[in-house]
Antibody, heavy 123, light 107 residues
Framework: VQLVESGGGLVQPGGSLRLSCAAS????????MGWVRQAPGKGLEWVSI???????YYADSVKGRSTISRDNPKNTLYLRLNGLRPDDSAVYYC??????????????????WGKGTTVTVSS | EIVMTHSPATLSVSPGERATLSCRAS??????VAWYQQKPGQGPRLLIY???IRASGIPVRFRASGSGTDFTLTITSLQSEDFALYFC?????????FGLGTKVEIK
């Protein structure tokens, strides 16, 4: 089971990037998947999540500027980021969520992480 | 938002000794806490979920406990490969929040 991210790099403010996460050993579309980022000196934060059924979530910080998607044949997760700002600079990790069900509620923790891809937004 | 706070920020330990790391939630998160290990240049690795259950393949020297707001990760007899950053995540309140972590360094 493995996740390998790509697509990071240096981009000017206002620019766009598409991050990719190639999965192996399991199927992306049948799992809770997402992107977590870590800015320098800051903690990890969820950026975007996609449930196996297709429902998506975006953090307020990227809402309206990002799109999470997946490609079944390529078994790959994507994150499109538009209107990039310097505070989007971070290491972006692809993550798989493990689901726990308790008393009709679902909980998710990350059981598989990628190594991350670095996004730097600067002129 | 639930804030997860680690103590200490840095822990200096000699190989073979025990390390005890703490993580406190700003409000109750039941037992919905995971612990991760991260080494420089690598992605995090799941160690513990549900506050005390070791993930697959994790050595028994990693032990964890806690519920509510206070959680502990203990590494008995530190090995050279255990020097790393350790952080917790609460997943009781979706989508979950992460602590900044404790860095375990060689004394």
């Amino acid at each position: 089971v493995q996740l390998v991210e790509s697509g990071g790099g240096l981009v000017q403010p206002g620019g766009s990037l598409r991050l990719s996460c190639a999965a192996s050993g399991f199927t992306v579309t049948t799992n809770y998947m997402g992107w977590v980022r870590q800015a320098p000196g800051k903690g990890l934060e969820w950026v975007s999540i996609i449930y196996s059924g297709g429902t998506t979530y975006y953090a307020d910080s990227v809402k309206g500027r990002s799109t999470i998607s997946r490609d079944n044949p390529k078994n790959t997760l994507y994150l499109r980021l538009n209107g990039l700002r310097p505070d989007d600079s971070a290491v972006y990790y692809c993550a798989r969520g493990a689901q726990l069900e308790r008393r009709y509620s679902y909980y998710y923790y990350v059981d598989v992480w990628g190594k991350g891809t670095t996004v730097t937004v600067s002129s | 938002e639930i804030v997860m706070t680690h103590s200490p920020a840095t822990l200096s330990v000699s190989p073979g000794e025990r390390a005890t790391l703490s993580c406190r939630a700003s409000q109750s998160v039941s037992s919905n806490v995971a612990w991760y290990q991260q080494k420089p240049g690598q992605g995090p690795r799941l160690l513990i979920y549900d506050a005390s259950i070791r993930a697959s393949g994790i050595p028994v020297r990693f032990r964890a406990s806690g519920s509510g707001t206070d959680f502990t990760l203990t590494i008995t007899s530190l090995q050279s490969e255990d020097f790393a950053l350790y952080f917790c995540q609460q997943y009781h309140h979706w989508p979950g929040t992460f602590g900044l972590g404790t860095k375990v360094e060689i004394k």
